[in-house]
Nanobody
């Protein structure tokens, strides 16, 4: 059983940075971050393969967010820089048994989410 725990959310001002962490209890081949803003559907943010060799980002966060794994492949991070009010959302860590995917319906395990609020 894979369990995911997110942390690192908070309230910041536009232009600030946050670093989200996702700790996975079991091996997964790929891990992604998704977010859901009020009144919006959940959307893909970023994904990384188990080895951390491949990453992919939504256009809305390219150049600002960075996804990475630690050396032990236990924790996945989402470094968020130059935050904008439109980044405000609940951020979810998700894990997939697939080698690589950015498709929400191909993720098998989900964390509880962590709130990120960016004020203007």
């Amino acid at each position: 059983q894979v369990q995911l725990v997110e942390s690192g959310g908070g309230l910041v001002q536009a232009g600030d940075s946050l670093r989200l962490s996702c700790v996975a209890s079991g091996r997964t081949f790929s891990t992604g971050w998704f977010r859901q803003a009020p009144g919006k559907e959940r959307e893909f943010v970023a994904a990384v393969t188990w080895l951390g060799t491949n990453t992919y980002y939504a256009d809305s966060v390219k150049g600002r967010f960075t996804i990475s794994r630690d050396n032990a492949k236990i924790t996945v991070y989402l470094q968020m820089n130059s935050l904008k009010p439109e980044d405000t959302a609940v951020y979810y860590c998700a894990a997939s048994r697939r080698v690589w995917t950015i498709e929400e319906n191909e993720y098998d395990y989900w964390g509880q989410g962590t709130q990120v609020t960016v004020s203007s």
